[in-house]
């Protein structure tokens, strides 16, 4: 693999971790294991496919299906926080699998994840103030899940399929684009009724 594609797939592991939390954390962390799609044997990064790493993980996985509001600002600012350092450490092993430098792997995927981190953590905001607002059919940990699967889905992509993570990016800006005019048009909306 040369460094394009190792470069795309630090980008999409960072962005399956931001917006994936818990869930493609473990799924990344299994197939490092499996050494598919990623290999990190022989790096300092081996640690993600071991079997105590991958326990964390799934104690993290059940803690997170415990959470109580994800609203609560602390833990969206924790959460961001840990999807940075997740998308950092599987974006370096995914450079050093390829025995290129790690930096430019952990700075690609740590800003990544803190990306995708804010664009799910926003998602699962609106979501659960929608359920409080009113008799609405679902729940934010309904949403959290399918983000958790999308984020399955995006790793899986980002490690046989690198290039499509550019894809993913554009169409999660694209996201947050489209969210940012709506939020500006409700504002000037509200202006006007002065």
Do not use: H
């Amino acid at each position: 693999m040369d460094l394009f594609l190792a470069i795309c797939e630090a980008l999409g592991l960072g962005l399956a971790a931001g917006l994936g939390g818990p869930l493609a954390w473990l799924f990344i962390a299994v197939m490092a294991g499996l050494q598919a799609g990623i290999d990190p044997r022989g790096t300092d990064s081996a640690f993600i496919g071991e079997i105590w790493f991958i326990g964390l993980l799934l104690v993290a996985n059940v803690l997170e299906l415990l959470r109580p509001n994800p609203r609560d600002r602390n833990r969206r600012r924790v959460a961001v926080a840990v999807a940075a350092v997740f998308g950092a450490v599987f974006g370096s092993a995914a450079l050093a699998a390829e025995g290129e430098s790690t930096t430019i792997g952990f700075l690609i995927g740590g800003l990544a994840g803190i990306g995708a981190a804010l664009v799910a953590s926003d998602l699962l905001s609106g979501a659960q103030a929608r359920i409080e607002a009113g008799p609405e059919a679902g729940s934010a940990v309904t949403l959290g899940l399918i983000l958790g699967a999308a984020g399955v889905l995006v790793a899986v992509l980002a490690l046989f399929l690198p290039p499509s993570s550019l894809l993913v990016a554009g169409l999660l800006a694209a996201l947050v684009i489209s969210r940012r005019r709506k939020a500006d048009q409700k504002y000037q909306g509200l202006r006007i009724l002065r």
